[in-house]
């Protein structure tokens, strides 16, 4: 059995009510354990963590990390994909994923995506609309952002039922609860 200390961290969990102590973290076989003074357990690691926030990873449940929109703001953007400022040419392991070509400022490519997230504390991000005919190509770049856990929430809605709303030159009033769900087909149909 392994076990790993982080030392003088700043800690949060809001769960055990702890907001900004500096605490030691063990973990042992990757679960966080609680260390009996008096256990002669041999630290395998040791990480000093003096200056650091020790907290659980974050979950971004709006990201646009992949699909549609995201692709087409890389394509207005072409020359953000070139010649990263970030990237250091005296100390070439420094920022080593940014000097790719896919890896732009305002809109990254899927690798620079994943490190940086990772690099926040970010351990999960999802898109938030993805719509049926882009699934495939959301669902592929995802599957190339390394490191976080990643997911999309399917935009299933009326797009279609405002886009002919808006053609027959309705009222808008009655457009605008066409992203009320199924009572806007019911209030269609009347």
Known sequence: ???????????????????????????????????????????????????????????????????????????????????DPRAVPDRPDEGRYMRMPSCGTCTPGTLATGYRYAEMGYTAAFEPAMIASNARHAHLEMGDTPIIDHGAYVMMGNDELFLQMLAAQEDFERMRGTSAGPSTQARRSA
């Open 1 to 83: 059995m392994s076990l790993t200390r982080l030392t003088g961290g700043t800690l949060y969990d809001p769960a055990n009510k702890i907001d900004g102590q500096t605490r030691d973290i063990y973990i042992r076989d990757g679960r966080i354990v609680a260390h009996e003074d008096g256990r002669n357990d041999s630290i395998t690691h040791d990480f000093d963590a003096h200056g650091m926030i020790v907290m659980a990873g974050g979950i971004d449940l709006h990201s646009h990390i992949g699909g549609g929109k995201t692709n087409l703001s890389r394509l207005l953007l072409p020359e953000d994909h070139r010649d």
